[in-house]
Every structure is written in structure tokens, then in C-alpha cells.
């Protein structure tokens, strides 16, 4: 009975094993649900046909997406050991050092910040860096075609879709202590 009542106090490491895994898992598990989805999607005029297996493009903006939220979620100095961590750890995974990839994050960064101005809302972000990524423009209707932005009924569909990608640190912290 008070096992439940206890947090389980975790190192900045362990942290990061935590964070990855579950990002790898819900990548993995859940973009073949994502692509069909988007190939299915009604804001199409034909299926951009995007491969179940083709999740490159999106595990780094839920990467990315998710370390944007670890920045607001800790303290600066734990959210720079953490990240710092993550960054190591993920370096790897993509066989780079880690300024190689910490460079690649800020570049994935900026680029949701660009084609989501003004607005502040990275779940938005994420999907719009989604459309732009895998080239969905040129499957919309004429008039988004040529306005060169995503049909807002799609980005709705997609910012619900996004948001199962970010990871709940409000769940986190019932259960655990940093």
C-alpha cells in the first residue's frame, strides 16, 4: 500500500533512459498509424503515400518537439544535465558526435519555429514541420497548393495526432522524483 504512495527518486541519467525509450517506442509503434493516416486523409487530392517504415523525418521533430518541452518543464541547470545526457545518448543512436547532433537539434528548432510564426505552440509546430518535411503541399487541393500552406482542417487532424507524441511530465512526476 504505501509502495504507491512513495516516489521512486531517479538520476539525471535515468532520466534520459526513460525520456528516449519512451520516444523510441511510441516512434516506432505509432508512425505506421501516422502515415496511414496522412495517406488517408480526406485534405488530399491523391495519397501522398507516404511509407509506414519512412519515420525518419518525424522521430527527430518528436525529438525535437520533446526536448523543446524538457527546456520549459525543469530548472535551466537539470534541464541542461538532462539534455546534455539525452544529446549524448541520441548522438549515438545517429552516429554523431554529440555538437553534431546538438547542431541538427537546433536546426530542426528553428526550423519549426519558422514555418510556425508567430505562433508559440510547439504541438502546432510539430505538425506543421510534418507537412513541410514529407512534402505534403503537393498533394492538397489547388488553392493551398498554391498558397504554399497546409489545409487547416489537416493541421487540426494533425495537432491531435502530435499530441500523443509529447511526452506527459505531469504522469512523470506522480510517479517519479528527480
Known amino acids: 500500500m504505501f509502495s504507491t504512495l512513495i516516489k521512486r527518486k531517479l538520476t539525471d541519467n535515468q532520466v534520459a533512459n526513460i525520456f528516449i525509450n519512451a520516444l523510441y517506442d511510441s516512434i516506432d509503434n505509432g508512425f505506421s498509424e501516422v502515415a496511414q493516416l496522412i495517406n488517408e486523409d480526406l485534405a488530399f487530392t491523391t495519397s501522398p503515400n507516404i511509407d509506414k517504415d519512412n519515420n525518419g523525418e518525424f522521430g527527430l521533430i518528436v525529438i525535437v518537439g520533446n526536448i523543446s518541452y524538457l527546456e520549459s518543464t525543469f530548472d535551466a541547470d537539470q534541464a541542461e544535465r538532462v539534455e546534455s545526457i539525452i544529446f549524448e545518448k541520441l548522438s ?78 505531469d504522469a512523470f512526476f506522480k510517479k517519479y522524483r528527480l
Open 92 to 169: 549515438k543512436f545517429y552516429d554523431l558526435d554529440a555538437n553534431a547532433f546538438k547542431k541538427i537539434v537546433k536546426e530542426y528548432q528553428n526550423f519549426i519555429l519558422r514555418v510556425n510564426h508567430p505562433s508559440k505552440n510547439w504541438i502546432y509546430g510539430m505538425s506543421k514541420a510534418v507537412f513541410h518535411k514529407y512534402k505534403l503541399n503537393e498533394f492538397q487541393d489547388e488553392y493551398f497548393r498554391r498558397m504554399q500552406a497546409p489545409n487547416p482542417l489537416f493541421l487540426k487532424r494533425m495537432d491531435e495526432i502530435m499530441g500523443n507524441f509529447v511526452w506527459n511530465w
